[in-house]
């Protein structure tokens, strides 16, 4: 299901970066008392009582001249046209002020549902600070602490009651749903087409072409897909760029509804940076992973050059290890075939459940063959382990102390769990708990 967006907007230095921390529960955005020190947006995930949704940060919106302010303004008017709900935040101890009106401006032109909050009142006394915001025009302001996590319940509450009522399109669990995602210009949406074999999805030379997703069902060999298009990722200098706009967060929601993703490369440009943060997307949400090196008819190639390519890609993806590899070109339909056998793989792995007693011999037998380790004295003890869930297969390893457990130890419990079930296209979690 397709999570609602918040988007947290105001002047530079009302705290912003530490209401989205208290609201997603952890360090993500960098906090410093200095004006425009959050450069980019940054999105991460939240909950509150039955609501799942997403928060954007954005860096401030101001008129002067300082460094970055335009391209924070930029950003700030993305992350608005993107959210379902905006948080305007603005600073109690500093009453209301040019720069908060002109953000209310820019508020009003977004005919988005706005919740005024304003931060930094810490204590009873300071609420009759709050009564100037009126001003604004957005209703009754909410006073909150970001400090002292003061009041965010409140505020919670009121946005979540603009959150959209119209539910997304569900698909029969027999439905594959596989999105693309990747830079622009690498082919997915001729990728797509290829797929589909009819040109339903706009085709250019030009970077940004897609600025949506869009669903395609499709059946093939009695099997029942959907494959999901998404806008190509930019680098977050150029994200706010007119055709990209909305690439990234379309791409994570595309990401969300997904079963398996595949992170498309250009074989002509080879690999940068950005496709590595790209599949980190895929890799974060827990979903199945083929990856996809499109354009292979337009290199000159031997028979050692896809050895070669292969293993630069595994040195980047480092963290992909666990995804199967396909080489083809969306353009002349080569090797096209191989990639629905392996879409069907990584889904089927994403679902795989292993019987308990057999999954407690692989990890036994696994300790025997590599002691659990020590620390201080203190030995790990497993006890006995179990699957929790699937998409991904989740498991809980049941320990005398969990801090006794590695990283370690960890990764090669997973390899020995991926040796005995396979797993390839998949993710695998593994939780240490103490046995009660």
């Known amino acids: 299901m397709v999570k609602p967006v918040i988007a947290i907007v105001g002047r530079p230095n009302v705290g912003k970066s530490t209401i989205f921390n208290r609201i997603v529960g952890e360090r993500i955005s960098i906090v410093e008392d200095i004006p425009g020190v959050t450069r980019d947006r940054i999105y991460s995930s939240g909950e509150w009582l039955t609501h799942d949704f997403n928060v954007i940060d954005t860096g401030g919106i101001d008129i002067g001249d300082e460094p970055f302010l335009e391209q924070i303004r930029q950003q700030a008017e993305v992350a608005i046209d993107e959210a379902d709900v905006i948080i305007f935040l603005t600073n109690g101890r500093e009453g209301v002020t040019a720069a908060d009106e002109e953000v209310a401006k820019i508020l009003y032109r977004s005919k988005k549902p706005v919740v005024l909050a304003v931060n930094k009142i810490d204590n009873p006394e300071m609420r009759d600070q709050i009564y ?3 001003s604004l025009g957005f209703g009754e302001p909410i006073p909150i602490s970001g400090a002292h996590g003061l009041g965010l319940g409140d505020l919670l509450d009121e946005a979540a009651k603009h959150f959209p009522k ?33 040109e339903r999805v706009i085709v250019s030379d030009i970077a940004g072409t897609t600025r949506d997703a869009v669903d395609s069902p499709y059946t093939f060999n009695g099997g029942k897909y959907v494959i999901i298009d998404t806008a190509g990722i930019r680098k977050k200098g150029k994200v706010y760029e007119t055709t990209e706009k909305y690439s990234v967060l379309r791409a994570l929601r595309a990401i969300e509804r997904s079963d398996v993703v595949l992170v498309v490369i250009n074989a002509e440009e080879g690999i ?13 949400a827990g979903r199945a ?16 050059t896809m050895k070669e390519l292969e293993h630069k890609i595994r040195e980047h993806f480092l963290f992909l290890s666990y995804a199967p590899i396909v080489f083809l070109s969306a353009k002349t339909k080569k090797r096209i075939h191989t990639l629905l056998p392996m879409i069907n793989t990584a889904s089927e792995n994403h679902s795989l459940r292993v019987e308990t007693s057999v999954l407690n011999d692989v990890i036994m037998d696994a300790v025997a063959m590599n002691p659990t380790p020590t620390d201080n004295g203190r030995r790990l003890k497993i006890y006995y382990t179990t699957q929790v869930a699937v998409k991904p297969p989740t498991f809980v390893v049941f320990v005398n102390e969990p801090e006794l457990m590695h990283f370690s130890y960890e990764r090669f419990l997973e390899n ?13 979690k593994i939780y240490a708990r103490e046995r009660k």
């Open 132 to 134: 100037d915001f009126y």
């Open 166 to 198: 119209t539910k997304p399109i569900e698909y029969g669990e027999d439905v594959v749903k596989f999105s693309l995602i990747g830079r622009p210009n690498v082919g997915k949406s001729s990728l797509v087409n290829a797929i589909l074999g009819e």
């Open 272 to 284: 940068i940076e950005q496709d590595k943060k790209i599949a980190g997307y895929a890799h974060e």
């Open 289 to 304: 992973i083929v990856i996809v090196v499109n354009k292979w008819d337009a290199i000159e190639k031997d028979e050692k």
């Open 416 to 428: 020995r769990i991926r040796d005995a079930f396979g797993f390839e296209g998949t993710p695998i």
